[in-house]
């Protein structure tokens, strides 16, 4: 009984905080916090200057701020964290599937043969890498490159690879080496992510660049273009020419194209004769062609094989080139712009695979979009959706000459640290509060859950426990929600960098991603599975069936429970900087703390407990926390 009155006294809280927070704008009481000065004036390099500005900044940085992590930023500032930061290895995502496949596979146990199963494992080690909670399959060492990991998360929803696929969701070892790559990479250099996302063999499968042949008239095969369009429309320069604060260059007031289908043609045939790493193969040869490595007795042709094992290195090793089958004998129109190596863009026939790619993607690297268009997509996925032309600037020029005695070109290290440090991401919840800030994606609400609750699973494994469903429990899958990692319906990621919601947005000619991913399925299920969350998997629950499962994150809402029965205030104050950077209106934190105290401690077994669950499924459901800003 006293659990069905809490879910309906919830409900009706929940109703009438959304109901109530955007009438209260006509109100003479101002909505948020005074300024305080807090304008910018005062500099970054010092900072942060408070607590507030702290959870800010890991808001933005990391999976979510706790409270260790808010206390150490505040020791070390801004420039002392990210040194720390850059300087810390990948945590890494093959060797937990390794791990687990060595424990499971030797005592014969049918989950070895499952690829679903599998698909779980992978999600669980990139839960474990991004919540930073102890890796069993690493002596339970705590993962703690939260920079790394995020800004790996952003760059999977720019250079997408997916689940979907049909291959690819039969090879969970080449998408957890996929996104280890791009963890590698995060802080190196552009030209090299480009190449490295070029020659993997998840993103060969995916955009079908992998087995792609030279041309042949008299059997109809033509390269595929599929890859020669995305590397440019997604990857780097987008469809129209670009200034250099990402708004489009005009001619009698229109956009100019990038490139045309001969361009496209171009980068086709240059993308031939790539295919699966052929390390522990032998390639046999008849009659001048290649036959199968697996399989040197095999009638069909080299490019027809591949890996036979979900382990198999050649799903990790970058594909390699068959010159065979590499188109050496026509000249490719690549991008034309001004300044380009290539005379008119072109480049001429006769060079071999390797040769022609690295020619092709210096072409790509060099092109005066690719500074802004990066600048852009990185910023939306860490800060806010629509940053100003001035601020989209100041990244492009960091991306375009990182001021080193080198002048480096592309060093995402760089470019990383001008985005978090700008001033228009430290102080534009200031400076421009009816435009800055973001969405908060759904996955980016859990692990910041889970983060500030200090979960854990009850026996520090998270591996698959043997019974059939628990994957529903944890971690989160894309039919709950609506999206997870390298689960993406398509090549444009879950939502698009452009995408404007019908009404003020779109009028006002600003963009809002997320909210193509919000609709009335998401909006209904990400509320309840919050609820199960936070209301069943606590430390030591018995509260639902999945509560002691051995892979079930279970959040320390103990932690909280003598602050939030003896003052509920305090509570909420600590919420409000914890998840949202101290930005709670007065408005919201006067209707929080009235429910809360309202809450009779008689009606509860534990009042504290019951305060916390409480605050917490009213604060992440709210209008207010939604927004990142």
Known sequence: MRFARCLRDIRVAVL??????????????????????QDGFEGIVGGPATDADASRFLAQATFGATA?????????????????????????QVPYLDWVQGLSCEAGDDYCNTVAEWAGTRLQAWTINSVGTPDPSRAQQVPTDQLRQRVAFALSEIFVVSNSNGTLAQQPWALAS?????????????????????????????????????????????????????????????????NLDGTPKLVNGQPVATYGQETVRGFAAVFTGWDFNSIGCSVDYQDGVPLCCNNPDNPWQYFYCGPANLDDL???????????WHDD???????????VALSGGVLMHGGDAQSELTAALDNVFHHPNVGPFIAVRLIQRLVTSNPTPAYVQRVAQVFNDDGSASHVRGNLKAVVKAILLDREARYGQWQRPDTFGKLREPLLKITQ?????????????????????????WPPIIEQIGEAPLYSPTVFNFFKPDFAQAGEVRTRGLVSPEFQILGDTTSTAMPNYLFHQIFCNYTASDACWDASDPQTLQMDEARD?????????????????????????????????ARLASMAPGDYDDIGRARVQEALYLIFNSPEYSIQK
């Open 449 to 473: 859950m889970w983060r500030a609750m200090s979960a854990r699973t009850p026996t520090g494994d998270p591996r698959y426990s043997g019974r059939s469903g628990n994957l529903d429990t």
């Open 68 to 92: 260790e992590d808010i206390a150490h930023l505040r020791a070390v500032g801004y420039d002392g964290w990210l040194a720390e930061q850059f300087a810390k290895a990948p945590s890494t």
């Open 561 to 593: 429970a003598p602050l939030a029965a003896s003052d509920p205030a305090a509570l909420v104050d600590r919420y409000s900087l914890l998840l949202m950077g101290g930005q709670m209106s007065p408005f919201m934190r006067g209707v929080l703390v």
């Open 16 to 37: 009438a905080c959304l109901c109530a927070l955007p009438a209260v704008r006509t109100n003479a009481q101002s909505q948020w916090p005074d300024q305080n000065f």
């Open 329 to 339: 004998a026509t000249d490719k129109q690549l991008l034309d712009y001004p300044g």
């Open 178 to 242: 996929y996104y280890d790559m791009l963890a590698a990479d995060a802080f190196g250099n552009y030209r090299t992510l480009l190449e490295d996302v070029t020659k993997h063999p998840a993103m060969g499968v995916f955009l079908s660049s992998i087995q792609n042949q030279k041309a042949n008239p008299e059997e109809n095969i033509h390269p595929d273009e599929n890859y020669a369009r995305e590397i440019n429309q997604l990857f780097s320069i987008g469809l129209v020419q670009l």
């Open 314 to 324: 050649a799903w990790q090793r970058p594909m390699e080139p068959v010159e065979y």
